[in-house]
């Protein structure tokens, strides 16, 4: 069965202190791995797709990196406007089939 | 240029009443989707459109929720006789490869 884990659920940051999310999956038939952001109220932003074991995305504090079994997005020098749930996403046969998400929480 | 949008942002009914979503995705963007996302949940995949057509309907809960797409563009939501635990936020999306882009969603309460 096709399954997407995140943790941690939640993360408390220093303004400042670097970490990692992470996201396994199990899918037959990859299509792609998908990362996106959702501020409290709003539908979610797209971020990054990675396709193949090895790739890394970068885009200003967030580096995305996949390997055949799990996803990190590393967050680096993290700001309290990064401060969002993510949500992890497989592609599988047309439809997007998402993780539960990390909430992350950066204080000043 | 617009995003997808989605109508109406709130939406309060009473248990039993039927309600409908609209969702327009981006100019262009031949699939949409529709999923559902409730509080403390993923989000959950209803439907899929390719053009007017709906290849995967997988998705959806129950022979109360229906969905269609006209002039491949705008889709509307449908859900019969509601329940409360319809009750969640539905989120429309819209791609023309493989990234999908979410509109804002409807906040829907079944009371």
């Known amino acids: 069965e096709d399954q997407v884990t995140q943790s941690p659920e939640a993360l408390r940051l220093q303004e400042g202190e670097s970490s990692s999310l992470n996201c396994s999956y199990t899918?037959?038939?990859?299509?792609?791995l998908f990362w996106y952001r959702q501020d409290p109220g709003k539908g979610p932003e797209f971020l990054f797709t990675?396709?193949?074991a090895g790739e890394e995305k970068e885009k200003e504090r967030l580096k995305a990196t996949l390997t055949k079994k799990e996803s990190f997005l590393h967050i680096t020098a993290p700001k309290p406007e990064d401060s969002a749930t993510y949500l992890c996403?497989?592609?599988?046969?047309?439809?997007?089939?998402f993780g539960t998400g990390t909430r992350l929480q950066v204080f000043p | 240029g617009a995003g997808v949008s989605q109508s109406p942002s709130n939406k309060v009914t009473e248990k039993g009443k039927d309600v409908e979503l609209r969702c327009d995705p981006i100019s262009g963007h031949t699939a949409l989707y529709w999923y559902r996302q409730s509080l403390g949940q993923g989000l959950e995949f209803l439907i899929y459109f390719q053009g007017n057509s709906a290849p995967d309907k997988s998705g959806l809960p129950s022979d109360r929720f229906s969905a269609e797409r006209t002039g491949g563009s705008v889709s509307t939501l449908t859900i019969q006789r509601t329940q409360q635990e319809d009750s969640a936020v539905y989120l429309c999306?819209?791609?023309?490869?493989?990234?999908?882009?979410f509109g804002p969603g409807t906040r829907l309460t079944v009371l």
């Open positions: 999306a819209s791609s023309l490869k493989n990234e999908q882009f």
């Open positions: 996403a497989v592609h599988r046969t047309d439809k997007l089939i």
């Open positions: 990675l396709y193949s």
């Open positions: 899918v037959s038939g990859l299509r792609g």
